[in-house]
């Protein structure tokens, strides 16, 4: 049973940073996704076993980044400039696919973290 645990969340203004990380009990494919009230999630992020190789999706390229430690058996989500429309419920996820972009790439998620954007 693959184990993630998010941190890093809570109340942030518009215009700052933010990091998120995920602690996975194992070395996976990592990825962040979020989700709106009443929507789908959607992609944000993810990062391959090494580090090597990241995507991300349209509307935070530039302003997020994905990373990893893999001595802490951890990955992060490094949010900057953010804006109130990235207030949403983030999680991670983990797998054994790449690349990997959709939910069903990802087979264990973690529990989210809320993250609001005041303006």
């Known amino acids: 049973q693959v184990q993630l645990i998010e941190s890093g969340g809570g109340l942030v203004q518009a215009g700052g940073s933010r990091r998120l990380s995920c602690a996975v009990s194992?070395?996976?494919?990592m990825g962040w996704f979020r989700r709106f009230p009443g929507k789908e999630r959607e992609f944000v992020a993810s990062i391959n076993w090494t580090g090597s190789s990241t995507y991300y999706g349209d509307s935070v390229k530039g302003r997020f980044t994905i990373s990893r430690d893999n001595a802490k058996n951890t990955a992060y989500l490094q949010m900057n400039s953010l804006k109130p429309e990235d207030t949403a419920m983030y999680y991670c996820a983990a797998g054994n696919k790449w690349p990997a972009t959709w939910p069903g790439d990802f087979r264990s998620w973690g529990q989210g973290i809320q993250v609001t954007v005041s303006s």
């Open positions: 194992g070395l996976y494919v």
